[in-house]
């Protein structure tokens, strides 16, 4: 069983910065790729970023894209959110998820494609 526990999350104004972290544990870290998510009140959860197994590749929603970093840390069984430029529509739950069945090199970036969840840290920007 794979647990993910997201933290960070916090209240910053807009143009501010944040780093979100989710720390993993049970399985092999390593062989997973990992995903972030996010959900604002009454919207669906959507895809932020992606990071293939080894870290050598990443994929971003265009929203976040120059604004938003994805990387992970294998040896600390992490994987991180680095979070500048913030905007108050950045505002919402974070969730970071893991994907155990996965093609070297590859991301992914639907909800269906990830199999553990975390139970998200919010983020909140204000204006």
């Known amino acids: 069983q794979v647990q993910l526990v997201e933290s960070g999350g916090g209240l910053v104004q807009a143009g501010g910065s944040l780093r979100l972290s989710c720390a993993a544990s049970g399985g092999t870290f390593g062989s997973f790729a990992m995903g972030w998510f996010r959900q604002a009140p009454g919207k669906e959860r959507e895809f932020v970023a992606a990071i293939s197994r080894g870290g050598g590749s990443t994929y971003y929603t265009d929203t976040v894209k120059g604004r938003f970093t994805i990387s992970r840390d294998n040896a600390k069984n992490a994987v991180y959110l680095n979070m500048n430029s913030l905007k108050p529509e950045d505002t919402a739950v974070y969730y970071c998820?893991?994907?155990?069945?996965?093609?070297?090199?590859?991301?992914?970036?639907?909800?269906?494609?990830?199999?553990?969840w975390g139970q998200g840290t919010q983020v909140t920007v204000s204006s």
């Open positions: 998820a893991a994907r155990l069945t996965v093609v070297a090199g590859r991301t992914y970036s639907t909800f269906p494609d990830y199999n553990y």
